[in-house]
Nanobody, 114 residues
Framework: QVHLVESGGGSVQPGGSLTLSCAVS????????VSWHRQTPGNPRDLLAD???????SYRDFVKGRFIIARDNATNTVYLHMANLKPEDTAVYYC????????WGQGTQVTVSA
């Protein structure tokens, strides 16, 4: 069983930065993808970026240049570094790990306002 725990959300002013963490535990298998998503009320979860166990990353166009996904192998944590945040980045952010099973974390709130 895989467990994902997000942390690092909070409130920040426009132009600010936050780093979200996704702590991964359990039997992930050898091939999987960890992705970050976000959701606002009434809307589906939107994919932002992903990191594969074989070392590739990809980003949606609207976060390129502002968000970076990275993994710390020592702690088995996947980070989402977010810079130049905008009010429209306000959402609940989730990490997901999919491989042999599909797993989601509980989410962490990010609020961007002046």
């Amino acid at each position: 069983q895989v467990h994902l725990v997000e942390s690092g959300g909070g409130s920040v002013q426009p132009g600010g930065s936050l780093t979200l963490s996704c702590a991964v535990s359990g039997n992930t298998g050898s091939r999987y993808v960890v992705s970050w998503h976000r959701q606002t009320p009434g809307n589906p979860r939107d994919l932002l970026a992903d990191y594969t166990s074989w070392g590739t990353t990809s980003y949606r166009d609207f976060v390129k240049g502002r968000f970076i996904i990275a993994r710390d192998n020592a702690t088995n944590t996947v980070y989402l570094h977010m810079a130049n945040l905008k009010p429209e980045d306000t959402a609940v952010y989730y990490c997901r790990l999919w491989g042999s099973t599909d797993n989601w974390g509980q989410g962490t709130q990010v609020t961007v306002s002046a």
